[in-house]
């Protein structure tokens, strides 16, 4: 059975955001992740999992100037020292949480752009060197151009190409199947396909990004799917509930793990 991290950057949005841990732990959820917590002490980050009893799934590294809709600096020029700052950023808010895996976005930039390409590479090794040393793999997620139009990593088969390039065994591929869905399609040949390099993989229903419970993809079939391919690692539910949230867990229903 898939193990599924709450996404409390969406999910639980009717608590603060140090109060949504709980809010996951009580409705089943053994493992959560958000975009950033860079808000918040580490420490108290790290005090959240702990009392709740939560693994930390995944973060995102400092994206930037996000309230500018910056989303993401690795690719932009100009930019490599804050790239680099906001790798040992992240590196303490792993520290404190435990977690295993890190993503950082790419930044709006041409992907045809010769020098943006060659700096987002730049970017993605420095930054697996230094995850690499704490034991700590780096995700490179592709996301879909309507949702966020500019993005440079915008194509699954240029992530994964890279991630073959560079053969470093923690850069892993974050498979977001709400984008492949929107960006390609073909779902469940592609899990298939590129399971031996995804160290992440998320979910939202299709087009509306709500709960996984219909639209365009059949989510109990890709769970059990996930389960023949033998994958041990997160199922991140990176979706904007309809309503509330508690009252949207009908899907998680089956899967919910026991807790005392
Ligand atoms: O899919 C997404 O949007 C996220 O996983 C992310 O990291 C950037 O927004
Ligand atoms: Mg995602």
């Given at each position: 059975m898939p193990r599924f991290a709450a996404n409390l950057s969406?999910?639980?949005?009717?608590?603060?955001?140090?109060?949504?841990?709980?809010?996951?732990a009580d409705a089943g959820f053994d493992?959560?992740?958000?975009?950033?917590?860079?808000?918040?002490?580490?420490?108290?980050?790290?005090?959240?999992?702990?009392?709740?009893?939560?693994?930390?799934?995944?973060?995102?590294?400092?994206?930037?100037?996000?309230?500018k809709g910056e989303r993401g600096i690795a690719a932009l020029a100009d930019r490599q020292e804050e790239f680099r700052e906001s790798i040992a950023t992240a590196l303490r808010?792993?520290?404190?949480?435990?977690?295993?895996?890190?993503?950082?976005?790419?930044?709006?930039?041409?992907?045809?752009?010769?020098?943006?390409a060659a700096r987002y590479r730049d970017a993605v090794a420095f930054a697996a060197d230094r995850l690499g040393e704490k034991g700590i793999d780096l995700m490179l997620e592709p996301i879909n151009g309507r949702d966020?139009?500019?993005?440079?990593?915008?194509?699954?088969?240029?992530?994964?190409?890279?991630?073959?390039?560079?053969?470093?065994p923690n850069v892993k591929l974050q498979f977001d199947i709400y984008h492949r869905q929107i960006m390609h399609g073909d779902v469940t040949m592609a899990l298939r396909a590129l399971l031996p390099?995804?160290?992440?993989?998320?979910?939202?229903?299709?087009?509306?990004?709500?709960?996984?419970?219909?639209?365009?993809?059949?989510?109990?079939?890709?769970?059990?799917?996930?389960?023949?391919?033998?994958y041990a690692g997160f199922v991140g539910c990176e979706y904007r509930p309809r309503g509330g949230t508690v009252e949207g867990l009908g899907w998680f229903a089956p899967y919910r793990a026991r807790r005392a």
């Open positions: 969406m999910m639980f949005n009717e608590w603060s955001f140090l109060d949504r841990f709980k809010a996951a493992a959560v992740e958000y975009l950033f917590p860079y808000e918040h002490a580490p420490e108290d980050v790290a005090r959240a999992l702990s009392d709740n009893g939560l693994t930390q799934a995944l973060f995102n590294c400092p994206p930037g100037d996000w309230g808010y792993a520290e404190a949480t435990g977690v295993k895996r890190l993503h950082f976005m790419s930044g709006l930039a041409d992907p045809a752009d010769p020098v943006a966020m139009p500019g993005y440079f990593l915008n194509d699954f088969g240029r992530a994964v190409a890279l991630i073959e390039a560079l053969g470093r390099v995804t160290g992440h993989i998320q979910i939202a229903s299709v087009p509306s990004r709500n709960e996984p419970d219909g639209e365009e993809l059949n989510y109990p079939f890709l769970f059990a799917e996930l389960d023949r391919l033998g």
